[in-house]
């Protein structure tokens, strides 16, 4: 809540939803699909590799909540939004989500 209220890095945003993960994984997940656009935004092959990392927590989470239909989707609208990224599209076609 005070991370929220009064606002916080990136990088201390991470760190609180690793936390969050085990007990509170709705929490978690809403901070890892957050940061997905900014991180893609950074335009290189290390922020892509770390988006996949964060895609690949989302569908984890997303399990866990009894909300795994909802990846697909989730998923396919970030490769939508983020399309004209070419060595990204690469890396997604490349993972295994299963």
Not at 17 to 46: G, M, S, V
């Amino acid at each position: 809540r005070e991370a929220q209220e009064g606002g916080c890095s990136n990088d201390l945003w991470m760190k609180l939803a690793a936390k969050r993960e085990n007990h509170h994984p709705e929490d978690a997940l809403a901070i890892y699909q957050r940061q997905i656009d900014p991180t893609l935004d950074r335009k290189n092959n290390e922020a892509y590799r770390e988006a996949v990392g964060l895609l690949r927590k989302i569908s984890l989470l997303m399990a866990r909540l009894g909300r795994s239909r909802e990846f697909a989707g989730y998923l396919e609208s970030v490769h939508f939004a983020h399309k004209p990224k070419r060595n990204f599209m690469k890396m997604l076609e490349r993972t295994k989500w299963s």
